[in-house]
Structures are given as structure tokens and as C-alpha cells.
């Protein structure tokens, strides 16, 4: 009879124990679960809102330099000015042509150094991404980046979270001209100006087979709809916004969004 109280004992304990631990391990994992949840979600920038009708043209720069003299020869006779976003080793491929650009009074953005898929990157990975690139910059054109934009429009928290630590503001695009498809000139112009909006940013590669044909009529269509063209951080933000749930940036009311 002995036995048997101690055991009944022993199985009490046993089980307090297990329902303590049992809490323990819920309410830490229930922690967990909160904040994955309520980890915000960061964004980049997609496109403005904003009045004006001030739109932004992008070029990317990763892969060929042919194009990108008559390029340039176009936005100036449109006396329009862009933003170009280089990779790093296109610039130490094209060092005279960074120059160019920046002569040209283009604004010049950073693309990463290698070109990777920087979601699969370490913090200190991308730091070295982007930081090798703005310096390969400013070693040429005495300028530092402000803005970036990841390779493949690929990033998660991290990226943007550490672009932002090092003085980057990181930007997409609402208008994608799928341009390397290469699917003619038509098509890109009539992709362009059928979903322009103000405040758009529009993706182009200073490489596309088709550029230099489907730039001058864009650019003429889009002077005859009055949209005013700048460079990226000519269009977005500096301070009090916020990006909304679709990447679009908006100016901040009575300091809250």
C-alpha cells in the first residue's frame, strides 16, 4: 500500500513537471511564431504617388556597352535625363562609359558587384556587394550611389534592411518593358505607353537588342502625354513616407501611414 502512494506521489510530480515544461515550450514557441508574424514585411520601391506627372526611365547596365553611346545620344537630343544602374564588373569592363554617363548628367545607381541572387546572401555578403560597386564609382565619377536595385528584382528584409544601414534606398519598378525578350519594338512601346502613371518607374537594359529604336518613340509618346521625366531620387522621397502593401511610396499623414 506503501508503494503505491509514493508511486501516485512520484506520477504527480512527474506530471506538474510536464505540464510546466509543457507551458514553457508553448509560450516559447508560441513567441516565435509571433514574431515571424509580425516581423514587418520591408518593401522596395515600385513606383510614387505623386501629382506631378513626373515619371522616372531606368536603364540597367550588367551584360554590353554597344548600345549605350546612341543611348545616351538620344536622351540628350530629348534632353531627358535617367538613371543608369551599373553592376560592378561592367563598370570595371566600361570605366570611360561610367564616365560618359555621368557627364552626360544621367544619375547612377548601384546593381550589386557580381550580379547575384542577394536573398541567399549573408549580411556581410551584401555588404560587400554593394559597397565594392559604389566604391568602383565614386573611384571614377567622384559620386557615391544613393540608390540600388537587386539583380533578378530579388531581396528579402535583409537586403533591405542593410542597403538602408549603408545609405542606399532600394528601388524596383511598376512598368517591366521586357525588353530582353526581344519581342520587337512594337511591343515595348505599346507595354510603355499603356501602363504609364504618374510616378512610374520604368525598367529598361542599356543592352537590349531593340533599344535604340523603341527609346525614341517612347520618349516622343511620352512627351505628347505632358509626362515630365527625371531621375530616380529626382521622383521618390527622402523623408516622412511610407511604401504601401503594393511597393508604392506615399508621403506620411499627420506623421503616421
Do not use: C
Amino acid at each position: 500500500m506503501r508503494v503505491v502512494i509514493i508511486n501516485k506521489r512520484a506520477i504527480i510530480v512527474i506530471s506538474i513537471i510536464a505540464v510546466i515544461l509543457s507551458l514553457i515550450i508553448t509560450h516559447n514557441f508560441k513567441e516565435e511564431v509571433l514574431n515571424v508574424f509580425s516581423q514587418e514585411r520591408l518593401l522596395p520601391i515600385y513606383s510614387v504617388d505623386t501629382e506631378e506627372k513626373k515619371i522616372a526611365i531606368s536603364f540597367d547596365a550588367a551584360w554590353g556597352a554597344e548600345h549605350t553611346d546612341e543611348i545616351l545620344n538620344i536622351l540628350k537630343q530629348n534632353d531627358v535625363k535617367t538613371t543608369f544602374f551599373l553592376v560592378g564588373f561592367w563598370v570595371d569592363k566600361h570605366p570611360d562609359m561610367v564616365k560618359k554617363i555621368h557627364e552626360h548628367g544621367h544619375e547612377i545607381g548601384n546593381h550589386s558587384n557580381t550580379h547575384p541572387n542577394m536573398s541567399k546572401l549573408s549580411k556581410e555578403e551584401i555588404t560587400r556587394e554593394l559597397n565594392t560597386t559604389s566604391n568602383k564609382i565614386e573611384e571614377i565619377v567622384a559620386v557615391r550611389p544613393i540608390v540600388f536595385r537587386p539583380p533578378f528584382g530579388d531581396y528579402n528584409n535583409l537586403l533591405i534592411s542593410t542597403a538602408t544601414e549603408w545609405g542606399y534606398t532600394t528601388i524596383q519598378w511598376d512598368i517591366d518593358s521586357l525588353d530582353w525578350k526581344e519581342l520587337g519594338t512594337e511591343h515595348v512601346v505599346d507595354r510603355i505607353v499603356n501602363n504609364v502613371e504618374k510616378g512610374s518607374i520604368i525598367l529598361f537594359h542599356n543592352n537590349a537588342k531593340y533599344v535604340t529604336q523603341f527609346l525614341p518613340l517612347i520618349l516622343e509618346e511620352l512627351k505628347k502625354q505632358e509626362y515630365i521625366i527625371v531621375p530616380i531620387s529626382s521622383l521618390i522621397m527622402a523623408e516622412n513616407y511610407y511604401i504601401d502593401h503594393a511597393g508604392k511610396q506615399r508621403k506620411k499623414e499627420n506623421n503616421s501611414n
